[in-house]
Every structure is written in structure tokens, then in C-alpha cells.
């Protein structure tokens, strides 16, 4: 809604727009005390307005108020401008004095509402709108104004309900599908944003702001091929628009397009230059590229924009232990712990480093404090328990293989486990019991058995009871 709607001559019409240039000509070329009728001063304000010379409207409007001290519209005017030079109690004052002269006045009453909201009195806000709708109940703007301020409240259900009243009543409303869009999007209503953007984009496709978010909620429901389309169209009307081009290379990533998405994340460093977040995402895909090298220099600069990044630490000791340079990676993984020592994920990896550097014991302490920061984590369980039993601390490795059955009980290969540290335990009937359920759960670890102990396999006895030639 334009707040500043004057009639006059259409500018696009040469004769309208030579006699408003020499208007204002005039008006610029002559002292205070020269005379102007109320309809010029209209109309040189509303030239000033559209031109983002709001002071000169300011005084031009003013100069109206003189001639004119009892018109409740010149002094909304005054409001106006004043409200969008952001001096808001001086707009209120004008909008108060507008509405002493007229008091039912929705348009002046409806302005005022939104300068109280800026002011930070969103229920006087509210108010006023409501005042307004008692007025004039079907009064499109009020709605909208309405469920701006509720928006602003997180009263999001109350918000989308004023807007549909707005788009009940005005469905080419320029905004309220747009407002429509956000409030679905953050109450995860996601295909309902999507449509509301939508019918907004049908009115408005040059609106680079609801491509933008439109691709976030695609984004977010997977949907990435659509996701890129919407930012490439945000990326299009502004080319300069660098959230867009960050989000388009995530859903790049996403849809395994690396070296796109790397060229998306170097446009918004090329826009905006490095941030650590950034430079991170083009090492995460150097490193799914398995150019673990370049991977390394980008989490570096992470690091350099923000060393206290822990995943950029974390990030290079994955590189490193990709690279099988295992003690270079410990380095990285103690980095990134010191900095977030409750994240079982970095705990995890070094524990798997350590194992894999041949550091049994580091790699137990590792793991136990694993499972203590994330003791839902079976598969952590899992690995504990294998290096338990590594480790010969048999009756440590059951009880953490009892612990991650006890997390996923359908898991053949940790029964198969089970049964393997039962039987080192001299329990040949209970490593029976949990062979069978591992055989029943998935028959290909009839194979790793045969494998693992083949003497047992031909045992004719253990057969029988395994059940393996019926």
C-alpha cells in the first residue's frame, strides 16, 4: 500500500510531467512568502514523496498545513512523512491532531496503529486496528496492519487469520500473500507457505525476496532441485543477492552437485568476502570429493576468520585420518574437544583414530567417554564393545554389547558379537542362543560365522544345534 496516495496527473504522461517538473521549478525558484494553491502543494509533495525526497515533501506539506490548519489529510500527510523518516512521536502527534479534526478517519487511524507499532506498543497497535474495523469491518489494511503486528507477536495462527481476512477481501493484495507465506513457513506448514508464495510470485515475479524463501522451504522438505530453481531466480533479479547464492550451494551439496556448490560458495565470498561458515561448506565438499588437500586449506581459513570454530578443527582431523595421517589428525580431534568437550560425534572420531593408529588403550577411554556424553548412541556401543573384546575385558565387552541390544534389539551383528565374547566366556549355551537369533534376524551371518570359526561351522553337534542343515 503506498501511505503517500495523492491524485494528480499521471506522470508517465509527458503533459502531466513537463507541468510537474516546472511546478516544482517554480516552487524551488521562489521564497517562502510566494503563494501556491493547495492542490499544487498536493501535488509537489507527492513528487518529492515518490523521489525519496522526504524532507522537501516535509516542508512542503507543512507549507499545506498553513493554508490549510483544519485539514484532518494534511496533517495525516505530516504523519506519514514523518513516519517513514523514522521520527515516530512526532508522527503520532500528527496523527493525533489529524484525528481530533476527524475522528473516524480508518486510513489516519490505521497509520497511526502501525507508528504505534514501530514504537514498540504493539497491543495500543492492535487496538487501533480493531477501532478502525469497527468502523469499517471489511477495511483490507486494517486486517493486514493487523496481522503484521501479530506476526511481530509470534502470535502466528492469530497473524495468518487476519492476513486470509486481507486476502478474503483484496486477493491481489501486493503483500499479504507474501506475509501469508512466512507465517506458514515458520509454523513448518510447509506446503501451504509454498502455495502462498506462490499466488505471490504470480502478482509480483520480480520479487527476489520470495524466491529467496520459497527455496528455503523446498530446502527444507527436500525438495533441492526446486530449492536451486528458486534461488537461481532470487540470484537472477539480484545478482548481488549473496544469502542466495550460500543457500543455492547448500542445496547443491545436498543434491551431491559439489563443484557447483563450491562455485556458489565462492560468489558469496567474491560478494561479501570469507566468513567462517562459508569457507567451511567449500571444505566439506572438497573433502566429499575426497581432495582431502583442499579440504584442509579451506577448514584453515575457516579457522583463520574464527579459530575457535571446533568443527573446522574437527573437519581437518577427518581429512588427515582420510589420509591415514593418523597422530596429524589426533592433534586436530584434541583441538576441536577442547573446544566442545561434550559432543560425543568428536569424541567418536578420535576414538576411531586412535584405534586405527593401533592405540587400544587411548581409544577404550575414548570410546567409554563416548558412550557417557551420548548413551543413546548404539553403534558406539558397538565399537566399544568390539575394542573391549580386542582388549580381552570380556565381561566389559557383554555388558556393552547388552547395552547396545538393549538400544536397537534387532541388530543381527551385535547378537553375532554377543556370541562370539559368550563363547571366549566358556557360555557355549548362551552364544548358541544369540547365534540362532542372529541367524533368524539376518542369514548372511551364517557366512561370517563359517568364516570366523570355521572348526565350529563343521562341528556336527553345533550344527545340529544352530539348526544349520535343516
Known amino acids: 500500500m503506498s501511505m503517500f496516495d495523492f491524485e494528480f496527473g499521471d506522470f508517465e504522461d509527458p503533459a502531466g510531467e513537463n507541468r510537474i517538473n516546472e511546478l516544482v521549478s517554480s516552487y524551488e525558484s521562489q521564497d517562502s512568502t510566494s503563494y501556491f494553491d493547495s492542490d499544487t502543494l498536493e501535488d509537489i509533495a507527492t513528487f518529492y514523496f515518490e523521489r525519496g525526497r522526504y524532507e522537501e515533501a516535509l516542508g512542503v506539506v507543512d507549507r499545506l498545513i498553513e493554508l490549510q490548519p483544519y485539514s484532518s489529510d494534511a496533517w495525516m500527510r505530516r504523519g506519514i512523512l514523518l513516519s517513514t523518516l523514522s521520527r515516530h512521536e512526532a508522527a503520532l502527534e500528527a496523527y493525533d491532531h489529524a484525528l481530533l479534526l476527524n475522528p473516524v478517519d480508518t486510513e489516519t487511524i490505521v497509520n497511526r496503529g502501525m507508528t504505534l507499532d514501530n514504537l514498540g506498543y504493539p497491543e495500543e497497535a492492535l487496538a487501533a486496528y480493531e477501532k478502525a474495523l469497527g468502523i469499517d469491518p471489511l477495511n483490507e489494511e486494517a486486517h493486514f496492519n493487523r496481522g503484521v503486528t501479530l506476526e511481530r507477536m509470534n502470535r502466528l495462527e492469530e497473524a495468518i487469520a487476519a492476513f486470509n481476512r486481507c486476502a478474503e477481501l483484496s486477493p491481489e493484495h501486493p503483500e499479504v500473500w507474501y506475509e501469508l507465506g512466512y507465517c506458514y513457513d515458520r509454523l513448518g506448514d510447509n506446503e501451504k507457505s509454498i502455495s502462498a508464495?506462490?499466488?505471490?510470485?504470480?502478482?509480483?515475479?520480480?520479487?527476489?525476496?520470495?524466491?529467496?524463501?520459497?527455496?528455503?522451504?523446498?530446502n527444507r522438505i527436500g525438495q533441492y532441485e526446486e530449492a536451486v530453481k528458486s534461488y537461481e531466480m532470487a540470484t537472477a533479479i539480484q545478482e548481488d543477492f549473496a544469502s542466495a547464492h550460500y543457500n543455492k550451494g547448500n542445496a547443491l551439496a545436498n543434491l551431491g552437485r559439489l563443484e557447483e556448490a563450491i562455485e556458489s560458495y565462492l560468489t558469496v565470498i567474491e560478494l561479501e568476502g570469507g566468513d567462517p561458515a562459508t569457507y567451511y561448506n567449500i571444505a566439506l565438499a572438497y573433502e566429499e570429493l575426497l581432495q582431502y588437500d583442499l579440504a584442509i586449506t579451506y577448514f584453515q581459513r575457516a579457522l583463520e576468520e574464527d579459530?575457535?570454530?571446533?568443527?573446522?578443527?574437527?573437519?581437518?582431523?577427518?581429512?588427515?585420518?582420510?589420509?591415514?595421517?593418523?597422530?596429524?589428525?589426533?592433534?586436530?580431534?584434541?583441538?576441536?574437544?577442547?573446544l566442545n568437550p561434550n559432543l560425543g560425534e568428536f569424541w567418536y572420531a578420535k576414538?576411531?583414530?586412535?584405534?586405527?593408529?593401533?592405540?587400544?588403550?587411548?581409544?577404550?577411554?575414548?570410546?567409554?567417554?563416548?558412550?557417557?556424553?551420548?548413551?543413546?548412541?548404539?553403534?558406539?556401543?558397538?565399537?566399544?564393545?568390539?575394542?573391549?573384546?580386542?582388549?580381552?575385558?570380556?565381561?566389559?565387552?557383554?555388558?556393552?554389547?547388552?547395552?547396545?541390544?538393549?538400544?536397537?534389539?534387532?541388530?543381527?551383528?551385535?547378537?553375532?558379537?554377543?556370541?562370539?565374547?559368550?563363547?571366549?566366556?566358556g557360555r557355549p549355551e548362551e552364544s548358541i542362543r544369540s547365534l540362532k537369533t542372529a541367524f533368524r534376524l539376518d542369514p548372511k551371518t551364517k557366512e561370517e560365522f563359517q568364516q570366523t570359526y570355521p572348526d565350529l561351522y563343521r562341528d556336527a553337534q553345533v550344527r545340529r544345534m544352530l539348526g544349520l542343515d535343516q
Not at 315 to 333: Q, V
Not at 371 to 400: G, H, K, M, S, Y
Open 307 to 338: 579459530e575457535e570454530y571446533a568443527e573446522a578443527w574437527y573437519g581437518i582431523g577427518c581429512s588427515y585420518d582420510a589420509m591415514d595421517r593418523f597422530e596429524e589428525a589426533l592433534k586436530y580431534f584434541d583441538r576441536a574437544i577442547a
Open 351 to 425: 576414538a576411531d583414530c586412535e584405534y586405527n593408529a593401533g592405540r587400544l588403550a587411548a581409544a577404550l577411554d575414548s570410546y567409554r567417554t563416548v558412550v557417557e556424553v551420548d548413551p543413546e548412541n548404539r553403534e558406539a556401543w558397538l565399537d566399544f564393545a568390539e575394542t573391549l573384546f580386542e582388549a580381552q575385558r570380556l565381561e566389559e565387552a557383554l555388558e556393552a554389547y547388552n547395552r547396545a541390544l538393549s538400544l536397537q534389539p534387532n541388530h543381527a551383528e551385535a547378537y553375532f558379537q554377543q556370541a562370539k565374547a559368550l563363547f571366549a566366556l
Open 197 to 218: 508464495y506462490d499466488r505471490h510470485l504470480e502478482s509480483d515475479p520480480y520479487s527476489q525476496d520470495a524466491w529467496y524463501n520459497r527455496g528455503i522451504v523446498l
